[in-house]
C-alpha cells in the first residue's frame, strides 16, 4: 500500500521526530489524501453518475413491439407492429449538446470539488507544520529555564543571587511549561487532523508535517496573466457549460412541438389468405399546447444563466485580486521580516547564556533574552505559515498556477 511505504520511509528519516509519530512532506501528504480521501471518493461517485446520465441523455428511444390475434370463428386476423419513435431526427443534435455540455460541467464541478477539498487540506498541513515550530521553539525555552533554576537556587543558597531572581525565574519557567503544554495540545490535535486525511483505515493517528519549501513559489508570471488566469477556474467553466447545456436544451424544445411522431410498420395475415405488410404514422397536432410557455421559461433560463456566468467572473476576479493583495502584503512583511535583524534572535539567546555563565548579565536579563527569541521564532513561523496560505488562496482563487511557476497541487 502506497500510504504504508512512505510511511515506514518517513518513520526511518534521520530527522529527529516524535517516537512513533510518522512525518510527510507537503507534496506526500497531498498525494496520499487524493488517493484516500473519503470525500474525493464522493466526489469521483457523484462525477461517474452525472456522466452516465449525460451519456444517457444521448440514447435513442427503443421501438415497442406488439402481437395482435383476432379469432372471429370461421375468420381470424393476427397483426405484427413495431413503432419506432422518430423525434431524434430533428432533436438528435440539441440533445448531443445537451449531454456534453452537461458532461463538461459535471467535471468542472469536480475538479472544483477537489481544489476546494484539496486547498482545505493543505490548511489543515501547515497548521501541524506551524504547531510543530511552535512547540519547538517553547521546548528550546523551556531547556533554558530548566537549566538555570537548578543554578540559580545553589546561588540563592549560596547568598550569591537575590530570591527575587530566583523567584522571577521561576516565574517565567512555570510560564513557559503551561505554554508549552497548551502548544502540545494543539499540536496533537492538528496532527490527528492530518492523520485523519491522508489514512484512510485511520491506523495512523498522527502525522508529522514536514516544513514546507523555504521559499513560496514564485507567481508573478501568473499575477501578469491574471485574466487569463481567472478562466481557468473550473467553477467558470461549469457556469459555461450549464449555459450551453440550457441553451441546447430551449432549442430541443423549439424543436418540440411535433413531439410524439411516430412510425409504425407490421405483417398483417388473414385467414383467408389476405396477407401482407403494412405502415402508419402517428404524430400529435399542436393544436392546444404549443410549447410557448415552455420555451419562454426555457429561454429566460438561458439569460439567467448567462447573468451567473457574468456575476461568478466578476467574484472571481475580486477573489482573485484580494488573493493577490494578500499574497504581496505576506510577502514584503516576510522580507521586512528578513531584513529587520530578528533572525539573530537565537544568538542573542546564545550570547546572553555565555555572558551569565561569566558573570556578566543576571537571570532578569537572561529571561528577556529567552523572552526576546520565543517571540521572534514565533513571529517569523508565524510570518511564514501566512505567506504560505496567501499562496495557496491565490492558487486556488485563479485555478491553479503555470507549471513553470513551480506550484504545488
Known amino acids: 500500500m502506497v500510504f504504508t511505504a512512505t510511511v515506514a520511509v518517513a518513520v526511518m528519516a534521520p530527522a529527529a521526530h516524535a517516537q512513533g509519530v510518522p512525518s510527510l512532506s507537503l507534496e506526500e501528504a497531498v498525494d496520499l489524501f487524493v488517493a484516500n480521501s473519503a470525500e474525493l471518493d464522493l466526489a469521483r461517485s ?25 379469432d372471429l370463428g370461421s ?59 511552535v512547540v519547538a521553539a517553547l521546548s528550546e525555552t523551556e531547556d533554558v529555564f530548566d537549566s538555570l533554576v537548578e543554578d540559580a537556587s545553589a546561588r540563592v543558597d549560596q547568598g550569591d543571587l537575590a530570591s527575587y531572581d530566583l523567584q522571577r525565574l521561576r ?25 485523519s486525511l491522508v489514512s484512510r483505515d485511520r491506523s495512523i493517528s498522527r502525522i508529522r508535517a514536514l516544513p514546507p519549501a523555504l521559499d513560496v513559489p514564485d507567481a508573478t508570471a501568473a499575477l501578469a496573466r491574471l485574466d487569463e488566469a481567472i478562466t481557468r477556474r473550473p467553477e467558470l467553466d461549469a457556469a459555461r457549460a450549464m449555459t450551453e447545456a440550457l441553451e441546447a436544451t430551449a432549442s430541443l424544445i423549439a424543436r418540440s412541438r411535433l413531439e410524439g411522431v411516430g412510425l409504425t410498420g407490421g405483417l398483417k395475415q388473414q385467414s383467408d389468405g389476405r396477407n401482407g405488410l403494412f405502415l402508419g404514422l402517428q404524430m400529435s397536432v399542436p393544436l392546444f399546447d404549443r410549447k410557448g410557455g415552455a420555451m419562454a421559461a426555457a429561454r429566460a433560463e438561458v439569460d439567467r444563466s448567462r447573468s451567473d456566468v457574468q456575476l461568478l467572473r466578476v467574484s472571481i476576479e475580486r477573489e482573485a485580486a484580494l488573493a493577490e493583495a494578500r499574497l504581496l502584503a505576506a510577502t514584503q512583511q516576510r522580507v521586512l521580516l528578513d531584513q529587520s535583524g530578528i533572525g539573530e534572535s537565537e544568538d542573542l539567546l546564545a550570547v ?21 527569541f520565543l517571540e521572534a521564532r514565533l513571529l517569523a513561523n508565524s510570518i511564514r505559515a501566512e505567506e504560505w496560505r496567501a499562496f495557496f488562496k491565490l492558487e486556488h482563487a485563479i485555478g491553479g498556477l503555470p507549471a513553470d511557476a513551480g506550484a504545488l497541487r
Open 352 to 372: 546572553a547564556r555565555i555572558a551569565y555563565d561569566e558573570g556578566e548579565v543576571g537571570i532578569v536579563e537572561l529571561v528577556d533574552a529567552a523572552d526576546a
Open 75 to 133: 375468420y381470424s386476423e393476427q397483426y405484427l407492429n413495431v413503432t419506432q419513435r422518430v423525434d431524434f431526427l430533428w432533436q438528435r443534435g440539441p440533445r448531443i449538446r445537451n449531454a456534453e455540455a452537461r458532461a463538461s460541467s459535471a467535471r468542472s464541478e469536480f475538479q472544483a470539488d477537489s481544489a476546494r477539498i484539496i486547498l482545505e487540506m493543505k490548511h489543515v498541513f501547515l497548521a501541524a507544520w506551524e504547531g510543530t515550530q
Open 171 to 195: 516565574v517565567a519557567s512555570a510560564t513557559a511549561k503551561q505554554r508549552l503544554t497548551r502548544a502540545e495540545l494543539s499540536l496533537a490535535d492538528a496532527e490527528r487532523r492530518l492523520g
Open 46 to 70: 457523484r462525477l461517474r453518475s452525472r456522466l452516465g446520465d449525460a451519456r444517457q441523455g444521448r440514447a435513442i428511444s427503443n421501438p415497442t413491439a406488439s402481437f395482435t390475434n383476432e
